[in-house]
């Protein structure tokens, strides 16, 4: 069984694997030594963990995991991963994109893909049917574009996503709400719409902390699967285990 670790911007998410299969996920704000423990505890069967963090790591959880389990990996740009990455700056690719690229290969192995991480930034990513990464966009996020009115400007409010809004604002909150809710849904469906005229099979995964915010709004056909991350980093476990 294998133990699987997120460290992201402001969540950890942590899944247990079984066989290829997801058998529990959770996240929590900071992961403490115990509930390792606990885990290994729950599933004597853990014995390969990968870790991915874009902060600091702290250096007890790292030791945990070097002494406790049988394999372990902390995921970097140096790891061996199973698909090609044609990325020019490989150093500065975010783990968490190529992660979920390579979750989304071992979903739809031979597929042309792009997959869209809806969080603190939006992504855009493409891989084409012979599984090679060939990057992608970085816009602001959802929340990221709302603070960032607020705080380059003297007097527009700093607001909050909604389920309801107008087309068109009449006060200055809806004003803003709807420019940034409709702009993201515009520029979703219009990178989707454009990848499509030239790859009209592509497969599109939505993932991300939004991701459930825009499922539903998009006019585009698009599978969405929260865990694509965990998924990706599972296989890159795998893979390197396969390879020592």
């Given at each position: 069984m294998n133990l699987v670790i997120d460290i992201g911007n402001s969540l950890t998410k942590v899944?247990?694997?079984?066989?290829?299969?997801?058998?529990?996920?959770?996240?929590?704000?900071?992961?403490?030594?115990?509930?390792?423990?606990d885990l290994k505890r729950i599933y004597p069967g853990l014995n390969k963990a990968i870790l991915s963090s874009v902060a600091n790591i702290n250096t007890e959880l790292l030791k945990e995991l070097k002494e406790k389990y049988d394999f372990f990996i902390q995921f970097n740009h140096q790891t061996a991963v199973p698909i090609e990455n044609l990325y020019e700056s490989k150093e500065t690719l975010g783990l968490d994109r190529l992660?979920?690229?390579?979750?989304?290969?071992?979903?739809?192995?031979?597929?042309?893909?792009?997959?869209?991480?809806?969080g603190t930034a939006i992504t855009f990513d493409l891989i084409d049917k012979n599984n090679r990464f060939l990057g992608g966009n970085i816009s602001p996020g959802l929340k990221t574009r709302f603070r960032a009115l607020h705080k380059f400007t003297r007097k527009l409010p700093e607001i909050e996503c909604a389920d309801q809004w107008p087309d068109i604002g009449k006060t200055t909150e809806e004003a803003i709400r709807a420019g940034?809710?409709?702009?993201?849904?515009?520029?979703?469906?219009?990178?989707?719409?454009?990848?499509?005229?030239?790859?009209?099979?592509?497969?599109?995964?939505?993932?991300?902390?939004?991701?459930?915010?825009?499922?539903?709004?998009?006019?585009?056909?698009?599978?969405?699967?929260?865990?694509?991350?965990?998924?990706?980093?599972?296989?890159?476990l795998e893979y390197n285990a396969e390879k020592n």
């Open positions: 899944a247990i694997f079984d066989a290829g299969e997801i058998v529990q996920t959770f996240c929590v704000e900071e992961l403490i030594i115990k509930r390792l423990s992660a979920a690229a390579i979750g989304g290969v071992s979903l739809f192995p031979g597929k042309e893909l792009l997959v869209i991480d809806a940034v809710q409709n702009g993201m849904i515009f520029e979703i469906d219009g990178m989707i719409d454009h990848v499509r005229k030239n790859w009209p099979e592509c497969q599109v995964i939505l993932t991300g902390g939004d991701l459930f915010f825009f499922d539903k709004k998009l006019k585009n056909t698009i599978f969405v699967k929260f865990e694509i991350t965990l998924i990706g980093l599972n296989r890159i």
